[in-house]
């Protein structure tokens, strides 16, 4: 037989249960604008039902709610996407900085660019060429050499600063690796404790934690799997680096590049020293980034060896003022007495540049192959750019090669000739060279400000299109994990008007059984 106060049981177990949901749309409220949160919801499942006598057999009647669970809304395929895109994303943001900055250090087209100082360096060769005799032109081609290598000297150092800003980033991001890895071991041994042995979820701890997932896959490519035990491993270019019960300390590695002699950071598993194949996110961007300045670099290297190597052969063929020939315009001795390195063989060839090899060229003058020689590293070359100190001597600016040949006479016939300083003004924008493949020094350095140009606009371009993605699959995510006002507000009165059902149904049956206990049974009092 039914009990008389099972019914009352029944609308307990109701306020409970739309108590429990209303105070669920509340939370759901009062974190609408917290990172990461995912909205809640009560499970509620019918309990176990009576089984009563009828007249034509026994039947059952429901004995009211229970509150199974409170899960949270959330599309695994939506986080997946997000941290894939979330890497490219910052992939390209960390290019973009960089190409930016690249572009403020040549800052181009400007006139205080390198394009400036070049046109300025040939107009004075034109000038002298008119008359080569003139002291103050000499002067001028000479200052203006100074500032074109003081121009290449300053692009180089600055190019130099952005390698150590992009190192530097990456030994801050080596460090919110490891606490975000710390903090998701952390989350990954409290869920898997507060879950075990429970049909609940840890909702919170596990918003808090694909939150984590969020900024790691900024730093890196990362590959997620939950475990049966709620905890999530995490690869990295097929490298575990979190699980449920250790991650991996990250460090960053220092080689020194041989080439220009500047320190290389590399992100590396601390134990091995073995480098992560990140794959994507931040630190691959800065690893891109350092690899594109220094292609700049290795532009800015061709075009000191044309100098050193082009422009002085064509200055040591012409005759001072004072009939002296074989000079370099272009010297890397701080005096006249100070040690020399010639340039004229100066070749580049299989990577890398040489100078005093046997060297082997084909009919339009490209290097086929060189033997013997000495290596020279690309810094060498770099540091090597410095006008020739005899032009600062008393009467050295006689030096200066503007003539094609001697003198003519004993009164210094032909002084003023400046055929061999139109020579030189065409090599830095008409006359073509091997060593800058078959350009001007002008059109080489004007195709790699537009490669520059190109590749910033590209980069942009990524960044827009990348963003663009990810606020697509963002939108996703909200649309399942996101709080939505008008859908709590309709929960909210819901509930509120089933816990008021159910209070006034407890009411009446309070009522009856009232009547019942105090209004029956009096008979024989």
């Not at 034509?56 to 395929?77: H, L, M």
């Not at 840890?202 to 049966?228: C, F, H, P």
């Not at 590049?257 to 480098?275: F, H, M, Q, R, W």
Request: hydrophobic fraction near 30%; charged fraction near 20%; charge should be negative.
């Amino acid at each position: 037989m039914r009990s008389t106060f099972g019914g009352l049981n029944t609308m307990v177990r109701g306020l409970y249960g739309n108590q429990v949901s209303l105070d669920t749309v509340g939370n759901n409220i009062t974190n609408a604008a917290t990172p990461g949160y995912s909205r809640q919801t009560v499970n509620l499942t019918t309990t176990k039902p009576q089984t009563m006598p009828g007249v034509y057999g026994d039947f059952k009647i429901g004995t009211g709610v229970d509150v199974d669970s409170v899960v949270r809304a959330r599309d695994t395929f939506a986080d997946r996407q997000y941290w894939k895109e979330n890497s490219n994303l910052n992939k390209s943001t960390t290019q973009q900085y960089t190409l930016s900055k690249i572009e403020s250090v040549f800052q181009e087209p400007t006139d205080t660019g390198l394009q400036t100082v070049i046109s300025q360096f040939y107009k004075s060769w034109q000038t002298l060429s008119t008359n080569a005799g003139e002291y103050s032109n000499r002067v001028v081609a000479r200052d203006t050499g100074k500032q074109l290598v003081n121009s290449m000297n300053h692009i180089k150092t600055q190019l130099d600063d952005l390698v150590a800003d992009n190192n530097t980033q990456l030994s801050l991001q080596k460090d919110m690796i490891n606490q975000t890895l710390d903090q998701i071991l952390s989350l990954n041994k409290q869920i898997v404790t507060l879950e075990a042995g429970s049909n609940g979820w840890a909702n919170d701890l596990r918003d808090q934690r694909d939150l984590l997932v969020d900024k790691l896959s900024g730093y890196m490519k990362v590959d997620v799997t939950e475990l049966s035990n709620g905890s999530y491993s995490i690869t990295c270019g097929g490298t575990t680096i979190v699980d449920g019960n250790s991650r991996l300390e990250m460090d960053v590695s220092v080689h020194t590049d041989p080439e220009y002699n500047i320190p290389i950071y590399t992100l590396v598993e601390k134990s091995t020293g073995i480098a992560m194949d990140v794959k994507d996110g931040s630190v691959k961007g800065i690893y891109d980034s350092v690899d594109n300045v220094k292609n700049y670099l290795d532009q800015m290297t061709t075009m000191t060896a044309f100098l050193l190597n082009d422009f002085n052969e064509q200055h040591k063929a012409g005759v001072g003022l004072n009939d002296e020939t074989g000079i370099n315009f272009f010297d890397p001795k701080t005096n006249a007495a100070g040690a020399d390195t010639d340039f004229s063989t100066l070749v580049y060839f299989n990577g890398q540049w040489s100078i005093g090899g046997t060297v082997t060229r084909d009919t339009d003058g490209n290097v086929t192959n060189v033997v013997g020689g000495t290596h020279m590293t690309k810094v060498d070359i770099l540091n090597s750019l410095k006008v020739n100190a005899e032009f600062d001597e008393t009467g050295g600016t006689d030096k200066i090669a503007a003539k094609a040949s001697k003198s003519t006479d004993a009164n210094g016939e032909n002084t003023a000739s400046g055929a061999n300083a139109s020579l030189l003004g065409d090599l830095l924008q008409v006359t073509t060279s091997t060593t800058l493949g078959g350009k001007s020094m002008t059109g080489y350095y004007t195709g790699m400000i537009g490669q520059l140009g190109i590749q910033a606009q590209e980069a942009e371009r990524n960044v827009t299109n990348q963003e663009t993605i990810v606020s697509q699959v963002e939108g996703w995510r909200q649309q399942v994990c996101g709080v939505n006002w008008d859908e709590e507000l309709s929960n909210m009165i819901k509930f509120n008007k089933g816990y008021s059902a159910c209070s006034r149904c407890l009411t009446t049956m309070d009522e009856m059984l009232d009547k019942l206990i105090n209004s029956t049974g009096t008979v024989g009092r």
